[in-house]
């Protein structure tokens, strides 16, 4: 194969009767709109057909018009018939908890508190060994500030209960107790196996926080108890029957 022929081989694949300077010279030469008319476009770059245009504008006028005068397809008669009765909703609708006692939501509520001291005390109050009981003792059915000084801060040293002694140090049970959770502790010991005293309201709690508080935090003992906290919480105390919110913890207004 020559020199010559294999040049011409490698040559864009163009007609070889187009003289491509006068082709160009003569775009060059034309008027702007000749040119335009004339010059080469890249495939797909061609302009759109007006007559397409008007076309589709038509369609779009008459699909929209179908729709914005409500055909029968978009008619609420045709979705929706009558006698027709709703499904229940899948999702669990939230129902407002019914009013509860005081009495009954402070027991509910000390029970899970309670779980902390039924590992030495046991579920029915009772202790056993060196643990003294719950049930029957004048120490959880007395005054409420020393109960509650025991349950916030501990008692160590020589103590007796239901006329037996005792001689051991038990820890602070409540010393992350807020209000709410030493009320119902409280009245859960005070109004279970047997006693039968007065419920504390988290007001009464929330005045022995502070007098805790005052004390220092350490532990206490039984001469400390009966010489400066054998009496009973301030506050105003509560018929163990008024109806509480058992998410606020407020009364329920008397019906009129």
């Not at 807020?178 to 929330?206: C, D, F, H």
């Amino acid at each position: 194969m020559s020199a010559s022929q294999s040049n011409r081989d490698m040559r864009p694949d163009l007609d070889e009767t187009i003289n491509v300077s006068e082709a160009h010279g003569a775009i060059k030469d034309a008027p702007p709109a000749v040119g335009r008319e004339k010059s080469l476009r890249e495939n797909g770059m061609e302009s759109v057909s007006l007559l397409l245009i008007l076309v589709s504008g038509i369609v779009v006028l008459v699909a929209g018009s179908v729709m914005g005068q409500g055909g029968s397809f978009f008619g609420y008669g045709e979705t929706v018939k009558d006698g027709y009765m709703r499904g229940k909703s899948p999702v669990k609708e939230e129902v407002p908890l019914p009013p509860i006692s005081v009495l009954a939501l402070l027991q509910k509520e000390g029970q899970k508190q309670y779980a902390a001291c039924a590992s030495c005390h046991q579920t029915s109050g009772m202790g056993g060994g060196e643990f003294p009981p719950l049930a029957g003792s004048e120490w959880v059915t007395g005054n409420t500030e020393k109960l509650a000084m025991i349950i916030h801060n501990g008692v160590g040293g020589p103590i007796e209960v239901a006329g037996n002694p005792y001689n051991g140090n038990m820890a602070a049970i409540g010393a992350n107790f807020g209000p709410k959770e030493l009320a119902s502790v409280m009245t859960y010991i005070r109004t279970s196996w047997g006693n039968n005293a007065s419920l504390v309201t988290p007001q009464m709690a929330e005045e022995a926080l502070k007098i805790s508080k005052a004390r220092g935090g350490a532990p206490t003992t039984a001469e400390e108890l009966k010489k400066n906290h054998d009496k009973m919480l301030p506050g105003d105390t509560l018929d163990p029957d008024t109806l509480l919110d058992p998410e606020t913890w407020e009364p329920i207004p008397a019906a009129e």
